[in-house]
């Protein structure tokens, strides 16, 4: 056993890891970092980015197929065997990189599992890690169903890596993963399921909205089963057969399951330092500081913080985790979180939903726009483009902000400005924006 000592020890190298260490080593701390998996976690090498490839193929298979008869002759056709050679070129050399500018840096890497001795000591591997501040930055992975034949079911980091895409796929779960994966199988040609156990998929988004976007999904060809449980998985000869109460039986060639994420705390020995945790994450005061020993810090995915498990909150998070070992003492204050899904419409939502806006009438005013019919949105033929602005009556301020077009994540990143800047609709008359563009259309959602 070899024993180390830094003033910082990193247990994860995802987005939110990454970001402790570099910012605490280029502030002149000794840093480690430990990786039991692949240098750079989640979001760059089985998360947003890889996915967002496969989705730009569905997005050009989409929007020719939208122009067809319009001055495009052929839709698009997806080769998914070539869009995964694409999709590996942003993955492949991530975690070689990573490492070397960890070590560029000057932050000492370890590969293997961490766990806690004690509240300030660590073993990965044959190796003893002593550190004055410790960060748990181990993210989160796909919850497994407890059912029979839960071995077929696979998780989003193998629909990621799919050689081939069957011709039927069922996705279990009725979260954003499920439907922006449904969303590219579709654009790809395929049959498509998604089985979700009650009928409020994407529930933190605004349900009229959701209600739109799966009878779009439907009329292209989804399969959606709603109110429907699933108690085993067979395979029968080449297929898969999925049961459930009611007589609920489907076949189909592969199933994902996206039935939510856990915080990556099992093997960790939490217990050898006294670190309090629940089934959502470990437990943090605003500092991100764990309950027993401010020390030991938790951001990212495994913290059960206020912050969503998306790739900017836990970015944010961490930097608040770095200020504070550095020595000051700040609280995390979250702004308003801008959230998409990358669907076909994209479905958006920031701030304040619908029903709390209507809870208080005096004072909050909702603006529902229909723009199907605008120049933005006719020039590309989408068959829907809805927007719901939540205003301060006081103020004019933009308070929450929810959209339904292809345009959805471009319009929430505006209203991610407008709500930080505390600026109205109104004070954007004077900002001249290139036109045509959405960005011209923001000043008529007034
Ligand atoms: C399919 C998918 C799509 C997504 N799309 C988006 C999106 O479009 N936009 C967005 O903002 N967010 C998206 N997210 C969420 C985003 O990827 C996560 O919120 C973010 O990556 C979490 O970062 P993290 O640093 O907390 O954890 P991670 O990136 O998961 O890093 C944790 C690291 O810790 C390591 N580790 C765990 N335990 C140990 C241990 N004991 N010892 C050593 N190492 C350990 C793991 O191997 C892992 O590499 C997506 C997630 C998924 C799964």
Known sequence: MTEY???VVVIGSGASGTTVAFETRSRGLSVAIVEERSWGGTCVLRGCDPKKVLIGAAEA???????????????????????????????EDVPEQRLRSFQDSGIETFFGKAAFQSNNTLQVGEDILKA???????????????????????????FLSLQELPDSITFIGGG??????????????????IIH?????????DPDFVAALVSLMKEEGVHFHFDTDISKVEKKADTLEISGPNSFSLRTDVIIGATGRAPNIAHLNLENAQI???????????????????????????????????TPVVSMEAAIVAENILGKQVAIDYPAIPS????????????????????????????????????????????????????????QQVKGAHFLSEEADYM????????KANLTLTDLQTVLFAYPSPASDLTALN
């Open 132 to 158: 004055k501040n410790i960060v748990l930055a181990t993210g989160a992975a796909p919850n497994k169903m407890k059912i029979p034949g839960n071995e077929y079911i696979q998780t989003s980091d193998d």
């Open 197 to 205: 156990h009650n009928s409020k998929p994407l529930k933190k988004f």
């Open 176 to 193: 954003y993963i499920s439907f922006e994966f449904a969303s590219i199988a579709l654009a790809a040609g395929k049959e498509v399921h």
């Open 340 to 395: 998409v899904v990358f669907t076909s419409p994209k479905l958006s939502s920031i701030g304040i939903s619908i029903a709390e806006a209507q809870e208080q009438p005096d004072k909050y005013e909702i603006k529902s726009h229909d723009t199907t019919e605008w120049y933005t949105y006719k020039r590309t033929n989408e068959s829907l483009a809805l927007a719901k602005i939540i205003t301060d009556k006081n103020t």
């Open 276 to 310: 309090e945790y629940t089934r959502k994450g470990i437990s943090v005061n605003k500092n991100l500081q764990t309950v027993n020993n401010p020390h030991i810090y938790a951001c990212g995915d495994v913290a059960a913080s206020k912050g969503a498990a998306l």
């Open 412 to 419: 929430i990143n505006y209203m991610a400005l407008l709500m």
């Open 61 to 91: 298979t989409n929007f020719s197929k939208r122009l067809r008869g319009k001055g495009i002759k052929q839709a698009a056709t997806i080769s998914w065997t070539e869009l995964m050679a694409f999709k590996e070129t942003f993955v």
């Open 5 to 7: 000592t830094y003033d």
